[in-house]
């Protein structure tokens, strides 16, 4: 497994949680790198996305001003820190390594980790 995904859990609403994304073979390098989250019956969708160096980072809509995206290039880390959760939030997290083309869209990506599960419930 080149990318695993840690972190989820069960939290009331309001909580926060941080994901950690690990890349054990260096796909990180030189690229950028975007979570995606898929709910029960739902499509998959992008979460948030990070460049190679931090300089910029992009979100939904739906998450703006409550998550935010990281990375620590030393260690092969990249971090989604989750803040305000909602049961909307509620979904199996993926890490995923940009290669071409928007942001936005899971074709964009390779190299995809295995999920974490974050349940947002009262």
């Known amino acids: 497994v080149q990318l695993q995904a840690s972190g989820g859990g069960l939290v009331q609403p309001g909580a926060s949680l941080k994901l950690s994304c690990a890349d054990s073979?260096?796909?990180?390098?030189?690229?950028?790198v975007g979570w995606f989250r898929q709910a029960p019956g739902k499509e998959r969708e992008f979460v948030a996305a990070?460049?190679?160096?931090?300089?910029?980072?992009n979100y939904a809509d739906s998450v703006k001003d409550r998550f935010t995206i990281s990375r620590d290039n030393a260690k092969n880390m990249v971090y989604l820190r989750m803040n305000e959760l909602r049961p909307e939030d509620t979904a199996v997290y993926y890490c995923?390594?940009?290669?071409?083309?928007?942001?936005?869209?899971?074709?964009?990506?390779?190299?995809w980790g295995q999920g974490t599960q974050v349940t947002v419930s009262s």
């Open positions: 995923a390594v940009h290669r071409r083309g928007n942001y936005y869209y899971g074709r964009s990506y390779s190299y």
């Open positions: 073979k260096r796909t990180f390098s030189n690229n950028a």
């Open positions: 990070i460049t190679w160096r931090g300089g910029s980072t």
